[in-house]
């Protein structure tokens, strides 16, 4: 019923910087807080960006000053905005909105940083 689909993952040299998407469907878009997360192979999956249904905003430490999360309510999508990559940011990134007691995940889209 909730479909989440990221877009604009890919290979960036680090100290550069990419773009992510995560357009949603299914859902009252505008009542939930979105949440970024990575994963890479061995580790857990961890929150780097969410935000809330008023547009507040928070980060992990690792990626603060880095990163900046935003959303349009209007085209249901939330953004990543990812500068000063590092390889260390390299990852599978995921948008995730809870409903109804329910996590719902999108696909995932990869990110490289080369050094």
């Known amino acids: 019923q909730v479909h989440l689909v990221e877009s604009g993952g890919g290979l960036v040299q680090a100290g550069g910087s990419l773009r992510l998407s995560c357009r949603a469907s299914g859902v009252n878009f505008k009542l939930h807080p979105v949440d970024w997360y990575r994963q890479v192979p061995g580790s857990q999956r961890e929150m780097v960006a969410t935000i809330d249904s008023s547009g507040r905003a928070d980060y992990a430490e690792s990626v603060k000053g880095r990163f900046a999360i935003s959303r349009d309510n209007v085209w249901t999508t939330s953004h990543l905005q990812m500068n000063s990559l590092k390889v260390d940011d390299t990852g599978v990134y995921y948008c995730?909105?809870?409903?109804?007691?329910?996590?719902?995940w999108g696909r995932g889209t990869q990110v490289t940083v080369s050094s």
């Open positions: 995730h909105i809870k409903r109804a007691g329910y996590d719902f």
